[in-house]
């Protein structure tokens, strides 16, 4: 089995830094990844834009016939029954209408309260001294660690998911020597190479929440 037609190639190696997309017809894009070196079953993974997988024996069609072709013989046929909306219970609710709080207390979850600043200080400073990271792609090795070190904390002491970016700033703004523009547009480069996910508040305030791998990171 082979996929033709148009065809969305990608590959990521979060320890690298490296993110490859490849998107167009399928011959073309098997010939990108071998000029890459990354061509072959192991490395990323391949999907069809809108299309499907056909025999090797199958005559091969281009996007643009294809396109062609799903306009005469209408959308694909899909396996499964036709789909029924009135099985689909309604869920309807207010924007901004729900209760997280109340919701943990039914299931019995109860979320301690966030930490002051100068408790993860002085929690902060226990864990030290600290030794930077290793890896050609850490920006700044040893601000990555003691954040890494605070965002462990928070999530596997106090229980917290995410942290607010003004929080973080009061424990490690003044330690870093970055003022709250510099702070920001380095977590936001943490996010966009992986390592931290980023959270967008309701009230256009960012927090951050750390991946297990990262964490994990040394």
């Known amino acids: ?65 294809r396109s062609r ?44 309260p966030i930490p002051s600043s100068d408790v993860l200080k002085e929690e902060l400073e226990e864990l030290a001294p600290f030794e930077p990271l290793e890896g050609a792609s850490t920006e700044l090795a040893l601000e990555e660690r003691i954040l ?9 002491t106090h229980g917290r998911p995410s942290t607010a970016e003004s929080l973080l700033y009061e424990v490690l703004g003044d330690r870093f020597g970055m003022d709250t523009k510099a702070f920001g547009k380095w977590l936001r480069r943490l996010w966009k190479q992986g390592r931290l996910e980023r959270v967008f508040g309701s009230d256009g305030k960012d927090a951050y929440a750390p991946f297990p791998f990262w964490l994990n990171r040394e």
């Open 1 to 65: 089995m082979r996929l033709d037609g148009p065809v969305r190639f990608r590959f990521r190696d979060l320890e690298a830094d490296i993110e490859v997309l490849i998107e167009g017809d399928a011959s073309w894009v098997d010939s990108i990844r071998q000029e890459l070196g990354i061509s072959g079953e192991g490395a990323g993974y391949l999907v069809p834009i809108h299309g499907s997988f056909r025999n090797s024996t199958d005559q091969k069609i281009s996007g643009a016939n």
């Open 148 to 156: 890494q070190a605070l965002l462990e904390i928070i999530v596997r």
């Open 69 to 112: 072709a799903d306009s005469r013989g209408g959308p694909p046929q899909r396996p499964g029954p036709t789909p029924d909306p009135s099985r689909i219970p309604a869920s309807i609710r207010a924007i901004g209408d729900l209760d997280i709080q109340g919701e943990f207390d039914k299931l019995g979850v109860s979320l301690g």
